[in-house]
């Protein structure tokens, strides 16, 4: 099952950019400075991506390694993009929703962590005022559909 979602990552994800590898160790913490569980394709995506940017408008906030402070950070940070919109949307974003990525205007794609499936995968759902609800079964499964469609 693992390998099969890291060569749908790799063939979707082959010549972007990407800001490196991430260990268990950091992704634990992730999770529990979230309090969610990622699902399965995210941890596969954060091994071995950390971050990503994809097709515009669409990157992949990930754990990128922390700024030097000197510029600004290539790759947005999952737990403090999540964060930052839980604080913003004063309550209205379910706590069970982890924000990584945006369309670049109003709508928020998000992994719904409430709902996993027996293959340990939690759909993506779109987050906005104009439209909601789910665009993917899985998180490879978005990363295929925004990088090889541009759309989701």
């Known amino acids: 099952m693992t390998s099969e979602i890291l060569k749908a990552l790799q063939s979707?994800?082959?010549?972007?950019?990407?800001?490196?590898p991430v260990g268990e160790s950091e992704i634990a913490e992730a999770e529990k400075a979230l309090g969610v569980v990622f699902p399965v394709s995210?941890?596969?995506?954060?091994?071995?991506?950390?971050?990503s940017l994809g097709r515009?408008?669409?990157?992949?906030?990930?754990?990128?390694?922390?700024?030097?402070?000197?510029?600004?950070p290539l790759f947005s940070n999952v737990v403090q993009l999540t964060l930052s919109a839980r604080k913003s949307s004063r309550g209205t974003l379910p706590s069970?929703?982890?924000?990584?990525?945006?369309?670049?205007?109003?709508?928020?794609?998000?992994?719904?962590?409430?709902t996993t499936n027996i293959n340990g995968e939690s759909p993506v759902v779109v987050w906005g005022p104009?439209?909601?609800?789910?665009?993917?079964?899985?998180?490879?499964?978005?990363?295929?559909?925004?990088?090889?469609?541009?759309?989701?």
């Open 12 to 20: 979707a994800l082959e010549g972007l950019e990407s800001s490196g």
């Open 96 to 114: 069970s929703y982890i924000e990584f990525s945006s369309d670049g205007a109003d709508e928020a794609y998000c992994i719904d962590t409430s």
């Open 56 to 72: 515009a408008p669409y990157e992949m906030a990930g754990l990128p390694p922390p700024s030097n402070g000197s510029r600004t």
């Open 130 to 152: 104009h439209r909601s609800g789910e665009v993917a079964p899985s998180f490879a499964e978005f990363v295929l559909k925004a990088v090889r469609e541009g759309a989701v």
């Open 42 to 51: 995210y941890r596969v995506f954060l091994k071995t991506y950390g971050a």
